[in-house]
Antibody, heavy 120, light 107 residues
Framework: QVQLVESGGGLVKPGGSLRLSCAAS????????MIWIRQAPGKGLEWVSY????????KYADSVKGRFTISRDNAKNSLYLQMNSLGAEDTALYYC?????????????WGQGTLVTVSS | DIQMTQSPSTLSASVGDRVTITCRAS??????LAWYQQKPGKAPKLLIY???RLESGVPSRFSGTGSGTEFTLTISSLQPDDFATYYC?????????FGGGTKVESK
């Protein structure tokens, strides 16, 4: 069965950096786009970034562009999100999700999320 | 950027009620719209994509309609398991955005 397990979250000071990872299993990782979506405590969902199966197409939300970098390692079935220059507004639960193979940027499987807290 | 506006933000309903949630896009998105259900402490679950296509395994009491800028999610007969928050998501073009969510609570 499809499994996505995020890791790497934690407490970081403003201006700091963090690298999130997402380990995928149960499907052919290299065939799918992947996406990061975040949710601030008590708030709604916010798209962060997505990456194509071969890493040739990458897009970011304006709120993270220039600070976050998405990448993947198909040999390791892993997705990453490098987050730099973090601010309080980046405090959120970060979900890794698989983009469905049948309709645009729809997320059909999600991990349970990893919590990032930016605070001094 | 395409803004998505959901209404209402909170909806009080009883088991057996017909429930309708609306999502409006700031510009036309054709039918590039999905709906998700999220329960407290859980990841969202895909219910509907392309405005009206039911994801595999999702009960048929869920349905979606609309195109262009106005969309609805309908639960034909609310079940105890359906009390949750629902989000719409547009995926027209390269960028993605979500509505603010609609919490369906028990009346």
């Amino acid at each position: 069965q499809v499994q996505l397990v995020e890791s790497g979250g934690g407490l970081v000071k403003p201006g700091g950096s963090l690298r999130l990872s997402c380990a995928a299993s149960g499907f052919t990782f290299s065939d799918y786009y992947m996406i990061w979506i975040r949710q601030a405590p008590g708030k709604g969902l916010e798209w962060v970034s997505y990456i194509s199966s071969s890493s040739t197409t990458i897009k970011y939300a304006d709120s993270v562009k220039g600070r976050f970098t998405i990448s993947r390692d198909n040999a390791k079935n892993s997705l990453y999100l490098q987050m730099n220059s973090l601010g309080a507004e980046d405090t959120a639960l970060y979900y890794c999700a698989r983009v469905s193979g049948y309709s645009g940027y729809v997320a059909d499987y999600w991990g349970q999320g990893t919590l990032v807290t930016v605070s001094s | 950027d395409i803004q998505m506006t959901q209404s209402p933000s909170t909806l009080s309903a009883s088991v057996g009620d017909r429930v309708t949630i609306t999502c409006r896009a700031s510009q036309s998105i054709s039918t590039w719209l999905a709906w998700y259900q999220q329960k407290p402490g859980k990841a969202p679950k895909l219910l509907i994509y392309e405005a009206s296509r039911l994801e595999s395994g999702v009960p048929s009491r869920f349905s979606g309609t609309g195109s262009g800028t106005e969309f609805t999610l309908t639960i034909s007969s609310l079940q105890p398991d359906d009390f949750a928050t629902y989000y719409c998501q547009q995926y027209n073009g390269y960028f993605v955005s979500f509505g603010g969510g609609t919490k369906v609570e028990s009346k």
